[in-house]
């Protein structure tokens, strides 16, 4: 069974920075797949933040564009999350997403906690 293992969630204070990372338990798997992050705050329904394919092509929600940065590394089996100018109200737990190909796995989620 194939696990997906995400890091870099932490609290920190607005306007400042923070990396995720979602790393697959297999090698050479996650290449053909489309990865993504989702986030989810209390009370809310779960939101798509950003989406990278195979080729790298990428996709953000409004929120964001422009603060956040989605990338993979294939040879590490691994999708990144680079956010910016973070703000209280990114403050959720965030998972990854990878699919395609009938297959669909999901992280267990990292808290992000936006305060000063």
């Known amino acids: 069974q194939v696990q997906f293992v995400e890091s870099g969630g932490g609290l920190v204070q607005p306007g400042g920075s923070l990396s995720l990372s979602c790393a697959a338990s297999?090698?050479?798997?996650?290449?053909?797949?489309?990865g993504g992050w989702y986030r989810q705050a209390p009370g809310k329904q779960r939101e798509l933040v950003a989406t990278?394919?195979?080729?790298?092509?990428?996709t953000y929600s409004a929120s964001a564009e422009g603060r956040f940065t989605i990338s993979r590394d294939n040879w590490k089996n691994t999708i990144y999350l680079q956010m910016n100018s973070l703000r209280p109200e990114d403050t959720a737990v965030y998972l990854c997403h990878i699919w395609g190909y009938g297959a669909d796995y999901w992280g267990q989620g990292t808290q992000v906690t936006v305060s000063g």
């Open positions: 297999r090698s050479s798997f996650i290449s053909r797949y489309t």
């Open positions: 990278i394919d195979s080729r790298g092509g990428t």
